[in-house]
Nanobody, 122 residues
């Protein structure tokens, strides 16, 4: 298993930006697809974005397209989620995930981080 550690969450006003980071201390996930998921209170965890092992392919949930950007730096074993034009409905706990069985897109995560809270005020 790959241990993932998220950071960068916080409180921001609507229209603002946050950048989430996901690191794997002491491990490498350069051959895995990586992704971000989120879970709002009372709702199921949902897919947000995914990136292939090389960073050449990215995938987004419809509601975040054009506002969020996923990227990765395999040399630093870090995945990022840049979130712009944030809306109150983006409020959730955001989780980083790895899929060690897929190099293109996260379909069935094999590893999860502990989550980081993002709160967007109106």
């Amino acid at each position: 298993q790959v241990q993932l550690v998220e950071s960068g969450g916080g409180l921001v006003q609507a229209g603002g930006s946050l950048r989430l980071s996901c690191a794997a201390p002491g491990r490498t996930f350069s051959t895995c697809a990586m992704g971000w998921f989120r879970q709002a209170p009372g709702k199921e965890r949902e897919f947000v974005a995914s990136i292939s092992w090389s960073g050449g392919s990215t995938y987004y949930e419809d509601s975040v397209k054009g506002r969020f950007t996923i990227s990765r730096d395999n040399a630093d074993n870090t995945v990022y989620l840049q979130m712009n034009s944030l809306k109150p409905e983006d409020t959730a706990v955001y989780y980083c995930a790895a899929d060690q069985n897929d190099i293109v897109v996260v379909t069935r995560p094999t590893d999860w981080g502990q989550g980081t809270q993002v709160t967007v005020s109106s």
